[in-house]
């Protein structure tokens, strides 16, 4: 008896324990399901700011059902201050925007810096409707005089919307600006968030919200009167409408969103074409003055080698007549002391014109290379100017925008401060410098051979006698000599012909050509610049004449 009384008391007092432990965590648990079920229709408010500064952080895309046609709403964040983060997200929202409503609630108009991005984001060619969300408590309605309309209670409002619509207005196409609507945003959010038997559907968490309803209610006493006062319905009509034209709306929305598009990009490629043109007009200017610099040097480079090249082969027949007039009178009754005389000096001659020739070729060749260097250089540097120019042109233009537009076209500007690079340093260009003008020892030594051998002829005939024998000598030696004189400078006008072709052909194949390929380059950039306006154009025309229809 006492063991059973002991075990029963045992278990009662684990039960009580275990009740103790778990009933408040069942309690809450029940509370919990409670409040779940009793809100499980109050959805409203969760989505509404809170205060916070740049509430909306990121895109919101709510996806909504209207007559079995679904469309999208996207929340963006605000445009007001610096929001720099959030550009790229606004401009995605705003691109696919066929509706957009930009919502003024700073009763402010807005500021010039709000005016630009107002510009930038909206300037896509979506219809645009204003709405200036008036604020204000339920003590801001407690008369009658203050429910008659928002004008009358917010006149601060209409000012405010005025301003809205000059700022706006002045930015905008008109086709674009539909609609400038005061609202009260909160009085028409807590007029549709009641049930039929005006139960609230707002979450339980935002009591700020409840606690506003209920204060708006008290002083508008229905949910009908709320709404008609906020003027919330001129928004859903707006929607209807849009839902209502949906297939059509999207449609010219899109076609006035590719119709901008187009104007703004031929705007942007004309601009392009005509810095372009400018910059390459400037740019053949300057190739064509480096090439008439370098036909001059050509010219310079040929006149002067042919002039020395006459004087060093004049300057060795002369010597090699006073060596035979000497020889001659010296050792006439000696044949083989005159001969070997003659030989001597000839070869003494040979050696030494073909080393000034080689040298004269070598000095001539290098003033042609450092006048052709100096022009390109010349151009590059003339090259670089036209190009920082252009640069200083297109930092000029107001729009940010246009600048970075603008860039598209500097694939070929860009490249001209390198351009011509490659060009010049013709004296390294591969030219064989002293066997480029061949033959001209070779050619001299037959000469001295052909006059050497006269001479001993003729010293045979004239070896008897002295005197006017020796006058005669010397002057049949002397016509030998003129007559080889004039077979060499025939020979070599003839070899200083092809000499200086070849000359004057790789020029034109290693500096010439390339400048005019470059001018090439930038002329095929016009032909494509052009090529793109005119497929735009064509197809601007198109869309404008078919506005409602397929393209």
């Known amino acids: 008896m006492n063991q059973t009384t002991a075990t029963t008391g045992v278990q009662r007092g684990g039960l009580s324990k275990?009740?103790?432990?778990?009933?408040?965590?069942?309690?809450?648990?029940?509370?919990?399901?409670?409040?779940?079920e009793l809100s499980d229709y109050c959805v409203d408010g969760i989505i509404i700011g809170t205060g916070k500064a740049d509430f909306t952080q990121n895109n919101v895309v709510y996806r909504l059902n209207y007559n079995n046609k679904e469309f999208q709403l996207i929340d963006v964040p605000g445009i007001e201050g610096n929001e720099s983060r959030y550009e790229a997200m606004v401009q995605e929202a705003i691109a696919k925007a066929h509706l957009v409503f930009y919502i003024n609630g700073t009763n402010k108009k807005p500021e010039t810096e709000t005016g630009r991005k107002i510009k930038q984001y909206l300037n896509r060619d979506a219809v645009v409707h204003v709405i200036c969300n008036v604020r204000g408590k339920a003590d801001?309605?407690?008369?009658?005089e203050d429910r008659v309309s928002l004008e009358q209670t917010h006149r601060d409002a209409i000012v405010t919307l005025e301003q809205t619509q000059n700022v706006l207005g002045n930015i905008l196409e008109p086709e674009l600006l539909q609609g400038l609507h005061l609202v009260q945003g909160l009085i028409g959010f807590c007029s549709m968030a009641f049930t039929d038997n005006m139960s609230t559907t707002?979450?339980?968490?935002?009591?700020?919200?409840?606690?506003?309803?209920?204060?708006?209610?008290?002083?508008f006493k229905n949910k009908e009167e709320m709404r008609r006062f906020s003027r919330i319905r001129e928004i859903e009509e707006i929607i209807h409408d849009q839902c209502s034209n949906f297939d059509r709306n999207i449609i010219l929305s899109n076609k006035r969103k590719v119709t901008r598009l187009l104007e703004e990009t031929l705007e942007i490629l004309k601009q392009q074409l005509i810095a372009h043109e400018k910059v390459a007009k400037n740019i053949r200017k300057e190739t064509s003055g480096c090439a008439k610099e370098i036909d001059s040097a050509f010219s310079n480079f040929a006149t002067s080698f042919s002039r020395k090249r006459g004087n060093l082969i004049n300057g060795f027949f002369e010597e090699l007549h006073e060596v035979a007039h000497n020889s001659i009178e010296t050792h006439f009754s000696d044949k083989n002391l005159i001969e070997k005389s003659i030989q001597e000096h000839a070869e003494k001659l040979q050696k030494k014109v073909k080393f000034n020739f080689m040298q004269m070729q070598k000095s001539e060749l290098a003033t042609l290379s450092e006048n052709i260097d100096r022009s390109v250089k010349r151009l590059q540097e003339n090259v670089k100017r036209v190009k920082f120019e252009h640069e200083l042109n297109t930092a000029s233009m107001d729009s940010t925008k246009w600048k970075g537009d603008m860039d598209s076209v500097n694939f070929s500007i860009n490249e001209l401060g390198g351009m011509f690079l490659g060009i010049g340093g013709y004296a390294l260009s591969g030219l064989a410098i002293g066997s480029v003008f061949p033959g001209v020892g070779n050619a001299i030594g037959v000469a001295v051979g052909v006059a050497v051998g006269v001479v001993s002829n003729l010293l045979k005939y004239f070896f008897s006698g002295r005197g006017k024998k020796i006058r005669e000598a010397q002057k049949k030696v002397a016509q030998t000599i003129e007559k080889q004189r004039e077979l060499l400078k025939d020979e070599t006008i003839d070899a200083e012909r092809k000499f200086l072709e070849n000359i004057r052909i790789d020029i034109k194949k290693k500096i010439v050509n390339e400048l005019y390929h470059e001018n090439k380059k930038m002329e095929d950039v016009e032909i494509v610049l052009k090529e793109?306006?005119?497929?735009?154009?064509?197809?601007?025309y198109r869309m404008e004449e078919n506005p409602d229809g397929a393209v």
């Not at 275990?18 to 779940?36: E, F, G, H």
């Not at 707002?202 to 002083?219: G, H, V």
């Not at 793109?532 to 601007?540: F, M, R």
Request: no cysteine.
């Open 18 to 36: 275990a009740l103790s432990s778990s009933l408040p965590s069942l309690l809450k648990m029940q509370r919990k399901l409670r409040t779940r």
């Open 140 to 144: 801001s309605y407690e008369f009658d």
């Open 202 to 219: 707002i979450n339980p968490e935002r009591r700020d919200l409840i606690k506003a309803q209920l204060a708006y209610l008290k002083d």
């Open 532 to 540: 793109k306006i005119i497929t735009l154009s064509e197809l601007k």
